[in-house]
Nanobody, 116 residues
Framework: QVQLVESGGGLVQPGGSLTLSCTASGFTFSSLAMNWYRQAPGKERELVADISTVGTITNYADSVKGRFTISRDNAKNTVYLWMNSLKVEDTAVYYC?????????WGQGTQVTVSS
């Protein structure tokens, strides 16, 4: 079955950096686009970034453009989210996800807390 496992979250000061990883299994990773979402307390889940199957096309939420970078390594079945210049408002649980055959799949999420 499809499994997505995120890692790399933690506590960081404003202006700092973190890199999230998501390792996939149970499907042909290189055949599916991947995305990162986040959900802050009391807010709806929002799309942060997505990436095409071979990584040539990426899209970002306006709130993270120029600060976050999504990438993937199909040889390692892993998608990354490189986060720089972090702000307090980036605090959320971050999820990687994909869609296969009309179904959405998510990992368990990793907490990112930006605080001084």
């Amino acid at each position: 079955q499809v499994q997505l496992v995120e890692s790399g979250g933690g506590l960081v000061q404003p202006g700092g950096s973190l890199t999230l990883s998501c390792t996939a299994s149970g499907f042909t990773f290189s055949s599916l686009a991947m995305n990162w979402y986040r959900q802050a307390p009391g807010k709806e889940r929002e799309l942060v970034a997505d990436i095409s199957t071979v990584g040539t096309i990426t899209n970002y939420a306006d709130s993270v453009k120029g600060r976050f970078t999504i990438s993937r390594d199909n040889a390692k079945n892993t998608v990354y989210l490189w986060m720089n210049s972090l702000k307090v408002e980036d605090t959320a649980v971050y999820y990687c996800g994909t869609r296969r055959w009309g179904f959405d799949y998510w990992g368990q999420g990793t907490q990112v807390t930006v605080s001084s």
